[in-house]
């Protein structure tokens, strides 16, 4: 076609349509994919997405697994094998003799365990409670309201998580020795309440949840203590649980200030009661891990019965890629 065949527009008359141009599947599959929403794009490995990648980081994983997995599998191996056979390294996997429950047998019927785990129950339950909620007040206060001094104390706040806490155990004992509270559950209890990096986990969450229901709820006449409990406590429980957890644990497994702080039998954790079981004999590999065992028992039942919180409140607070 020349220049000549083309139509030309008569001003008094219609514009002439124009030739017809045949669209592209790529225009056509683009514009059919322009209203909807996009796909996201997919997540690989940070090593790659080839195939051998994939295969180097899931044999990485796995030895790192068996590696972690090895000691626990020891003890739980030990603590079912007699004393002869738990010091007999020929026979480290299988035992000679058979597997025996005469290490937890031992450990029972030498300590009062009903006792130390009912004061590690106790213990435990009281420390977390109260961990919990003024850990919740408290990031609360640093996120939701302002105060004189707000920055200082939060700043002083976050440097008490770089503490040891070994190093507050002398002035924790003369405290509790100033106020005759020593060898009682309060001695033991209160010192462990204080937990810094809770604060820290919580007033980060808190500052995570929308404004806006706190403003709608000041409306219908809400104070900061309606609030903090009836509207961001709820929107909080997987995170509550996972810090409730980890605190629960943490004060299960303390066992360097009960054991200062107490020295009546009757007030002994399991961790504490547990090392005052020996031998004279010296050292006895199957009572030993059969302690070990009946002491983090109670802790993985209460993992089994809870981890599905520990993993929504990761995922909630974006540190699983939601």
Not at 32 to 46: K, N, Y
Not at 116 to 131: E, G, P, R
Not at 221 to 242: E, K, N, Q, Y
Not at 247 to 258: D, K, R, T, Y
């Amino acid at each position: 076609m020349t220049s000549t065949d083309l139509p030309v527009r008569d001003a008094s008359g219609p514009a002439p349509h124009a030739p017809h141009v045949p669209r592209t599947g790529r225009v056509t599959a683009v514009r059919r994919r322009a209203p909807g929403p996009r796909p996201r794009p997919r997540t690989h490995l940070t090593l790659g997405d080839g195939r051998t990648t994939r295969v180097l980081a899931l044999a990485a994983l796995a030895v790192m697994a068996l590696v972690w997995l090895l000691p626990m599998a020891w003890a739980l191996l030990t603590a079912f094998k007699s004393e002869q056979d738990a010091s007999d390294p020929l026979h480290w996997l299988l035992p000679a003799h058979g597997f025996t429950l005469q290490g937890f047998s031992t450990v029972w019927e030498r300590g009062d365990l009903p006792l130390w785990m009912l004061n590690s129950l106790l213990i435990s339950a009281a420390v977390t409670v109260i961990t919990v909620l003024v850990s919740a007040m408290a990031g609360y206060a640093f996120s939701r309201t302002l105060f004189a001094g707000r920055r200082w104390l939060f700043a002083v706040t976050v440097a008490a998580v770089l503490v040891p806490p070994q190093i507050l155990i002398v002035p924790w004992f003369q405290q509790m020795l100033s106020l005759r509270l020593l060898d009682t559950y309060a001695a033991v209890i209160l010192p462990q309440t204080v937990a810094p990096v809770m604060v820290f986990i919580l007033k980060k969450h808190f500052d995570s949840l929308p404004h806006e229901l706190e403003e709608a709820a000041r409306i219908d006449g809400a104070g900061h203590w309606r609030i903090f409990w009836s509207v961001l406590l709820p929107l909080s429980r997987p995170m509550l649980a996972a810090v409730s957890i980890f605190v629960f644990i943490g004060a299960w497994n303390n066992f360097l200030w009960p054991f200062i702080s107490t020295s009546d039998p009757a007030l002994m954790t399991l961790p504490v009661g547990i090392t005052s079981v020996k031998d004279a004999y010296g050292i006895q590999y199957a009572q030993s891990m059969a302690s070990a065992v009946l002491a983090a028992l109670p802790l993985v039942v209460v993992f089994m019965f809870f981890q599905r919180h520990i993993v929504k409140s990761v995922a909630t607070t974006g540190l699983g890629g939601q």
